[in-house]
């Protein structure tokens, strides 16, 4: 039995630990069988003997437990028909209360009761793994191990969550499309445009000067993608390095870096900020978002627009906003505004040359930084966007850096 059931615990791997227990536990109680079988005929030592076995039987029971419970994923021992005589506390959390039912009641999955036929009726079967989705209780994905526990029926079942993997999969393969096509579009178009010129249309003044500027828009956009590409791998590969720094002077810098596009669309600004507001950020990181959603206000606004930024400075968290009299969302778009490539507006998006990347990047940068981001719209009338920072430490009105406190 013992090479048997070490051979399942070898190709079964994540459930070593129980099988073995299994057989700790199988081999204390058959020491008591068989001393109790002897016992009637036998002196008290034998007595004894065997009140010894006993307690070492609980003992192994107890140890059983708390070992399966140690297990973070659902396990479920079953006998040879399918109903379970014991369950983690994982398995309980999933399930309820599973003893005394049988697997196609607690789990309603066919396929994973398919597994424990093949695995109870064939002699050379010991295990079957296999992935499957579960409806009940709840969708998700699972890799199912099935094994049996040595010559006796006793079945193992261990369930692995492989939702959150699978999801995360998933976004990968969609966020490897989607940079393929965007990389793909200013590309295609570039060197269409590039073969034109080649082929004679250089010598046409006119259509070479609008070809070679369609040429630079197209780098531009490709420049400001692999730009916002580049910043993304960076939010995701380091972890965030928080200073003190005040947000109002941060801000003013990067209001004055966009001052002449402001003036050039039209739009007037209005701040209402404190004289200085400390908090503990990544200056890059808190600059960005704010570089992306002036950038956004400005875009998205008519001529003549108002662009109003302002900081609050709260008892446990900064709150910033950034409001504009512009273009406004959709309501149907605002629960996917923050996702990656996910444009409301495309022809205007494009045309600006956005890359749909710009409000993943501040979600991600503000949430690293333990905070919330979110939006408030009206189409056709304007959107104000709002981030809200934690403080770790208190801030002052007067800025400890003299130099560094903001100009009037
Ligand atoms: P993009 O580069 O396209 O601007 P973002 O991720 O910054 O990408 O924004 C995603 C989409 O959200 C934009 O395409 C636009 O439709 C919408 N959006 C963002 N900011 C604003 C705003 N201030 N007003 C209206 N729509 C906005």
Redesign the pocket.
Same mark, same amino acid.
């Given at each position: 039995m013992n090479t048997t059931v070490l051979a399942v615990a070898t190709a079964c791997g994540l459930s070593t630990v129980l099988l073995i227990a299994c057989l700790v536990q199988q081999e204390a109680i058959q020491r008591l069988r068989r001393a109790t079988r002897t016992a009637a005929s036998r002196s008290s030592d034998q007595q004894r003997e065997i009140m010894q076995l006993q307690e070492d039987v609980v003992r192994s029971r107890t140890r059983v437990n708390a070992l399966l419970d140690a297990i973070p994923d659902p396990v479920l021992l079953l006998d040879g028909g399918g109903t379970c005589l014991a369950s983690n506390q994982s398995a309980r959390r999933l399930f309820g209360p599973a003893e005394g039912r049988r697997i196609i009641e607690i789990t309603q999955s066919a396929v994973l009761n398919n597994m424990l036929r093949i695995v109870s009726e064939q002699t050379d079967q010991v295990q079957e793994d296999r992935e499957l989705m579960l409806q009940h209780p709840t969708n998700m994905t699972v890799s199912v191990t099935v094994a049996r526990l040595g010559p006796s029926d006793d079945i193992a079942v261990i369930l692995q969550d492989r939702t959150e993997l699978r999801r995360l999969e998933t976004v990968r393969r969609d966020f490897v499309a989607n940079v393929s096509h965007e990389l793909r579009t200013p590309l295609t178009s570039v060197k269409a445009m590039a073969e034109t010129l080649m082929d004679g249309a250089l010598h046409d003044e006119s259509v070479a000067k609008r070809f070679l500027k369609t040429i630079v828009t197209d780098t531009d956009r490709l420049v400001r993608l692999t730009a916002d590409l580049l910043a993304l791998s960076r939010i995701e590969s380091y972890e965030v390095e928080k200073v003190p720094v005040d947000l109002v002077a941060l801000i003013r810098d990067i209001m004055s870096r966009l001052r002449s596009s402001i003036k050039a669309s039209g739009l007037t600004l209005d701040v209402r900020m404190p004289r200085a507001c400390f908090v503990d950020c990544s200056e890059d990181e808190i600059g960005q978002v704010m570089l992306?959603?002036l950038e956004? !206000?400005i +875009?998205?606004?008519l001529d003549g627009g108002k662009i109003t930024i302002s900081v609050e400075d709260g008892q446990e968290e900064v709150l910033v906003a950034v409001a504009?009299t512009?273009?406004?969302?959709l309501q149907q778009?605002i629960p996917r505004?923050?996702e990656r490539f996910?444009? !409301?507006? +495309?022809a205007?998006?494009r045309a600006?040359g956005?890359?749909?990347?710009?409000?993943?990047i501040?979600k991600h940068i503000v949430e690293r930084h333990g905070g919330r981001v979110w939006v408030e719209?009206v189409y056709n009338h304007?959107?104000c966007?709002h981030f809200a920072l934690p403080k770790e430490m208190e801030s002052t009105d007067e800025s400890p850096f003299g130099s560094m406190a903001p100009k009037a």
């Open positions: 992306n959603l956004n !206000a +875009k998205y606004s504009d512009g273009i406004g969302i778009d505004i923050f996910y444009r !409301a507006d +495309k205007r998006s600006s956005g890359t749909g990347l710009g409000l993943s501040v719209s304007g959107s966007f």
